[in-house]
């Protein structure tokens, strides 16, 4: 793998920090957030790993997991880190960053019964983080 | 004492039971819960997004709602809706820029927001305005048999500084189930995220989340969890379908909404219609009730 | 009026390399100072500090006779010293010596504007000829020195300044909060990297202290006030009622042992019980018991009194009064040490609730042949010996957001030791370290590291989120960074390397030595890489933790060092003032007062009889502030005169 510095100071990269209002540049790698995240098992890269590669530039691997979109933007991380990252905000930037270059046509899949048995609340907020 | 009240969607549709059973307790400790005209979708959760502020116009709307009928405070039952209206709230107040352009954005609206309203949750309500003391002297013994687990969850905890008490050591639910007259079951995941929207694509998650959490407070003793949030209640109660699939040897837990509890320490009869919006069976917990008055006479 | 005849005054303009060159055009300022009036000559050199530049000084005070020398470079906090010493070796007064700051405050705040640079550079020389034209030559005064050093604090750090200082001659007061001297020190086991039993190698020291015939110690005793400056400070200090004489108690212990009433003890750290009658440990030095008031049954209740019937030399005395003892003395060392930071402040790792769940210090304790368990490694809750611990280490410790931003430099070493030394104690059980960095730089220390982990000890990398009680273990919610997924483990006994943080007490005394801390509450020191062992208070020197957090051999080191900077400041008979104080003209002073509550120093005082104001010049700082309070101007500071300072500025107008 070769570090680019293009890569680390790319547009794409200034933008998930403009958007998520965390300076992922200050992370030093202790791991708290993937410590204490609840859906860690499920993600394919881990919360610190997710913000590492931003560190070095490697947006595409970072847009390309499925991390951002198990997240369940609990505010655990951001809660616990030590260097005060905004971690949850990094993950929304990303799922942003994801539907604005890659996917505006998102959609939930919500047959009849299945939208009958889930609560608004339930709707919506998927609705917010996952597709919008 | 009389407050504004904002109920949000679900209470009006899938959480009826937290809706009336809020309004029958508070009545009887002498709150009047006015419900807010013109309420809108709170948009559920708080968008972290710095560059769009379409996302806070809904909460910012509900708040200014609030001015229009002239209050100072807003009443929530639903943990989502305190947190999403709160930190929209803080926005408004500490960001200018933003405020300016939310402010352009809403013209169409008779008058501006004022950044005013305060946003109350019923735990805080509990705690500050009406007090544990007299919490306490209007409820009794009746929930002595009781051993509760208050959970949580995350949005009356996080971020630091903006919840109903302390984001890592909080005490406020468990002392408010104390003046309620029940034993406070004080455990490990009751600030463990419960899996919240993951439920509409990925119910096994949630549903692993499920087992863990009342796992940890059946652990320590639990004969019930209290939620004060539709969309905690929906996975750690209905989503229990799943986890008894996933794990068989799961056996089922109550899981009773704040005031529901506080309905039962203050003598008020559990609604029928209650009773059917609950998954797993809240008999147990209704016949410990029962035991205690029975003794009673 | 005739005025007064022009000094002659000599500008040397320093390029400081690039410095300043690169900004200001030298040259041309060295043109335009040569034709300030009373400037005889001026010059430009590359390197003034340099020893050319000062014998340059030196030659041209010589050749023309030089009255007054300003050297236009860096700020004067670095090398005034310098060129004082160069001028006043050449025959010329030290205080007709002035530097003119065109670095600091002109060519490197300018860069971008040398032309602007320049012109400044040649108002800030024009107004330092205008000062120096009118600087008297002035001589330095001289106080007398009470050879007597204070050290505050009985850990270490102070034992071993103490030591120094009483070694070279001289007596020393060593002032200790606790019963007995020793510190956190004695609480350890064994200490890394050698392994040596830490009661071991200090108690010998703290013997040495105890016997040594210039060693006064006050021990349960605190520091209430301070007044004087350097080589004359007079110090309070309460020596807190022990309820037992001293002078007659034999140490026997009998009381001790007598004593109905158990708590539990901090020694150590609340694993074990002391009676409220006590000694915290064996080895104590003095090895004289005192009584906890708040438990004690005779103060409580009014009961008991069974060490009053016990003890055989008739030394408890219920009745005795806390006591000031006044000490008169030259020197002091404060070597406070430090606390470690509470678990209550970590809500995620239990918030100090979870009985299985301890400090480092208490692991100490776990682990010392002489502490509450003799040794063995037994769990708080149901005294098991645990097969399973934990160590999290950064806890509390590099968290800016939240709580101690800084590393507390010493927890990477002792945790790899306690891993060590529990599996030593425990053969078949499992330590883990959860780690962020190994923080090893000491001498032998990577490879005692390398040591822990052939021994078995498993290093993780990655910080621990969250811990909590599971049934009978303790769940530990962590990530392996390095293998990328996240851990849990349950364990036995979790051990938390808390933070070091400075003493609860230092802020008080802060208030009382007047001296600084700094944001994190340790003591601030003179300079952080050229003065780590003096305050900006003459005489007063830090050791130890109390002014960062460090390990033994640095501490020793320090405290050696602090003791050196005492035994010079002693070695002379007399002691230099700074004369660039203030003076008062007692003609026209009117005894009005004012400066007396004006002065932070406390260096104003009023002669009743005379009606003027004194000054103690060796209390005045120089600030100024009753230059400017005094009504009719007698009040002048050397050298930077009402006349001095105005015409600095009228020469700008």
Not at chain 3, 38 to 63: H, N, W
Not at chain 3, 324 to 329: D, N, P, Q, R, Y
Request: net charge neutral.
């Amino acid at each position: 793998m070769e570090i680019k510095i293009e890569e680390i100071r790319s547009d794409l990269a200034r933008k998930i920090a403009d958007i998520s209002g965390a300076d992922p540049a200050k992370c030093y790698q202790c791991g708290k957030c993937s410590a204490g995240c609840p859906m860690a098992q499920h993600m394919d890269i881990l919360p610190h790993q997710l913000v590492r590669l931003i560190q070095i530039g490697k947006i595409e691997e970072v847009l390309d997991s499925n991390t951002p979109w198990i997240c369940a933007a609990c505010l655990t991380c951001s809660v616990r880190c030590p260097r005060g990252i905004r971690i949850a905000e990094i993950m929304e930037a990303v799922r942003q960053v994801v539907i604005r270059k890659r996917d505006a046509k998102r959609r939930l899949d919500l047959p009849g019964e299945k939208r009958e048995e889930l609560p608004p609340i339930a709707i919506i907020s998927a609705y917010r983080k996952i597709v919008e | 004492m009389k407050i504004l009240y904002y109920p949000g969607c679900t209470l009006k549709t899938d959480a009826v039971s937290f809706e009336e059973s809020a309004l029958l307790a508070f009545q009887k400790l002498g709150v009047e819960l006015e419900e807010l005209k013109r309420w809108n979708c709170c948009g559920t959760v708080f968008s972290f997004t710095t560059d769009n502020v379409m996302y806070h116009l809904a909460p910012l709307r509900n708040l200014l709602r609030v001015r229009e009928e002239g209050g100072e405070a807003v009443f929530t039952l639903c943990s989502m809706c305190y947190n999403t209206l709160k930190r929209a709230n803080r926005l408004f107040r500490d960001d200018p820029e933003k405020r300016d352009k939310i402010k352009n954005i809403m013209y169409q609206e008779e008058r501006e927001y004022d950044g005013k309203a305060r946003v109350v949750h019923a735990l805080e309500l509990l705690r500050d305005e009406i007090g544990l003391d007299a919490l306490r002297e209007k409820t009794g013994d009746r929930l002595s048999n009781l051993r509760l687990a208050p959970y949580y969850g995350c949005m009356l905890l996080r971020p630091d500084g903006l919840g109903v008490d302390d984001a890592e050591d909080p005490s406020v639910f468990e002392d408010v189930i104390r003046a309620m007259g029940a034993e406070a079951v004080d455990f490990p995941f009751r600030g463990e995220c419960c899996g919240a929207y993951q439920t509409v694509e990925q119910p096994e998650v949630v549903a692993e989340r499920t087992w863990a959490i009342l796992d940890a407070a059946k652990g320590c003793g639990a004969h019930a969890l209290v939620v004060s949030c539709p969309l905690c209640a929906f996975n750690l109660d209905k989503r229990q379908e799943i986890t008894s699939h996933l794990h068989p040897e799961f056996e089922s837990m109550p899981v009773l909404y704040l005031t529901e509890v506080l309905c039962l320490a203050l003598g008020i009869p559990f609604g029928d219609r209650w009773r059917k919006e609950h998954y797993a069976t809240v008999e147990p917990v209704l016949n410990r009730v029962l035991e205690v008055s029975g003794k009673s006479g | 009026m005739k005025s007064a005849p022009q000094k002659k005054i000599g500008v040397f303009v320093c390029h400081c390399g690039k410095n300043i060159a690169a900004v200001v055009d030298v040259k041309k300022v060295v043109e335009e100072v040569a034709a300030l009036p009373g400037v005889v000559f001026s010059t430009d050199y590359k390197y003034m500090c340099s020893q050319p530049g000062q014998a340059l000084v030196q030659e041209k005070i010589r050749e023309h006779g030089l009255e007054g020398v300003i050297v236009a470079a860096c700020t004067p906090s670095l090398h005034e010293a310098t060129f004082r010493k160069a001028a006043s070796d050449a025959g010329l007064n030290a205080f007709c010596v002035e530097m003119a700051n065109i670095r600091e405050q002109c060519a490197w705040v300018h860069q971008g504007e040398p032309d602007a640079a320049t012109d400044k550079a040649i108002e800030i020389i024009t107004t330092m000829v205008k000062k120096t034209g009118l600087d008297r030559a002035l001589v330095e005064d001289t106080i007398p020195i009470t050879k007597r050093a204070l050290v505050i604090g009985g850990g270490v750090a102070g034992i071993q300044a103490s030591l120094d200082v009483a070694d070279a001659g001289y007596d020393v007061v060593l002032v200790e909060k606790e019963p007995s001297i020793g510190g956190h020190m004695a609480q350890l086991s064994e200490t890394f990297p050698t392994l040596d039993c830490a009661q071991c190698i200090l108690t010998p020291k703290m013997v040495a202290v105890g016997t040594h015939p210039k060693i006064k110690i006050l021990a349960f005793s605190e520091v209430r006030s301070l007044d004087g400056y350097v080589g004359n400070f007079k110090v309070a200090i309460e020596r807190k009622a022990r309820g037992v004489d001293w002078t007659k108690c034999t140490g026997c212990g009998i009381c001790m042992e007598k004593c109905p009433t158990k708590v539990p003890a901090e020694f150590e750290r609340n694993l074990g019980k002391r009676k409220a009658i006590y000694s915290p440990f064996p080895q104590a030095v003095p090895n004289k018991p005192v009584i906890d008031r708040e438990h004690c049954l005779h103060y409580t209740k009014g009961k008991c009194g069974i060490c009053e019937k016990v003890c055989e030399v008739g030394a408890i005395d219920f009745d005795q009064e806390p006591e000031i003892i006044e000490e008169e003395v030259g020197a002091i060392v404060v070597a406070t040490g430090f606390d470690l930071y509470s678990r209550s402040n970590l809500g995620e790792y239990g918030a100090g609730r979870i009985p299985d769940v301890i400090d480092s210090l208490a692991f100490e304790r776990l682990l010392s042949a002489s502490g509450p368990t003799s040794g063995e490694i037994r769990r708080p809750s149901d005294g098991k010996v645990p097969q399973t611990v934990v160590f999290v280490q950064c806890a509390g410790s590099r968290d800016p957001e939240k709580h101690k931003p800084y590393c507390s430099r010493i927890c990477c070493m002792y945790t790899t030791k306690q891993a060590m030394l529990y599996k030593h104690a425990v053969h078949g059980g499992q330590p883990y370290i959860f780690y962020i960095d190994i923080r090893s730089g000491g001498k032998n220390y990577e490879e005692f590291v390398e040591r822990a982990q052939g021994e078995g000890v498993v290093y993780t990398r990655g910080k621990v989120s969250k811990i909590y009680q599971s049934g009978d273990k303790v769940a530990v919610m962590g990530v392996d960074t390095l293998a990328g997924k996240p851990v849990r483990i349950d364990a036995d006994l979790v051990v938390l390397a808390m933070a070091m943080e400075p003493r609860a007490s230092s802020s008080e005394l802060s208030r009382i030595l007047k001296i600084a801390t700094g944001p994190n509450g340790f003591w601030t020191e003179a300079h952080p890489k050229m003065n780590p062992v003096g305050t900006t208070t003459r005489g007063i020197f830090l050791a130890g933790c109390g002014q960062a957090p460090r390990d033994v051999p640095d501490t020793v080191s320090q405290a050696s060092g602090a003791a050196g900077k005492v035994i010079s400041l002693f070695s002379h008979e007399t002691l230099t003032l700074d004369p660039l104080t203030v003076e008062v003209d007692e003609e026209i002073c009117a005894g009005c007062g004012i400066c007396v509550p004006v002065c932070p120093y406390e260096a104003r005082t009023l002669d009743e009889r005379k009606k003027i104001a004194l000054v103690n010049e060796a209390l005045c700082q120089g600030c100024g502030a009753c230059m400017i309070a005094c009504p009719n101007g007698a009040t002048v500071h050397r050298n930077f005169s009402k006349k001095q300072i105005l015409s600095m500025v009228d020469s700008l107008l």
